[in-house]
């Protein structure tokens, strides 16, 4: 096996190796984009909220487009998860910067994702260049062993 031909294997493992990293990468910048989103959510519904008076009636998503029918009991108060399926009631105040804390870190996160998703789109043109350079040689060597079997009638 010629030098070229393990170069050309090594490059598209490589190659392989940076696609798969990269679906990767984009799921995870995916899924913190989707739970920015759920934030932001969350808190303009807490920000509408706050002009509502005890005893308003709201319809509440249970999800599939289906509500229940419900009233404010507070605005003062609100439920917040904190992980792992824990909750507390914590005040409004607290629990805006709450949100906006979470926000902060995951657009930090996502952008730490999207430099890596760069980086390694980035490695991924240059392998592909690499490999169409060594595909190129690879490919003119064949057509000379072809014209030299065809010159000497084997």
Do not use: H
């Amino acid at each position: 096996m010629s030098s070229d031909e393990e170069t050309f294997r090594r490059l598209l493992t490589e190659l392989r190796l940076l696609e798969g990293t990269a679906d990767a990468l984009q799921n995870r910048v995916n899924l913190v984009s989707a739970a920015t989103t759920e934030l932001a959510f969350a808190s303009a519904t807490m920000e509408g909220l706050e002009k509502e008076k005890k005893g308003t009636p709201l319809l509440v998503p249970i999800g599939g487009g289906s509500f229940i029918k419900a009233e404010v009991a507070t605005t003062e108060t609100m439920v917040v998860g904190i992980g792992a399926g824990v909750s507390v009631e914590t005040s409004r105040d607290e629990a805006r910067q709450t949100l906006e804390k979470r926000m902060a870190e995951l657009e930090t996160s996502r952008n730490n994702l999207q430099q890596q998703l760069a980086q390694v789109i980035a490695k991924m043109r240059t392998k592909r260049q690499q490999l169409d350079e060594v595909s190129v040689r690879l490919s003119g060597r064949r057509q000379a062993d072809d014209v030299r079997k065809t010159k000497s009638g084997t």
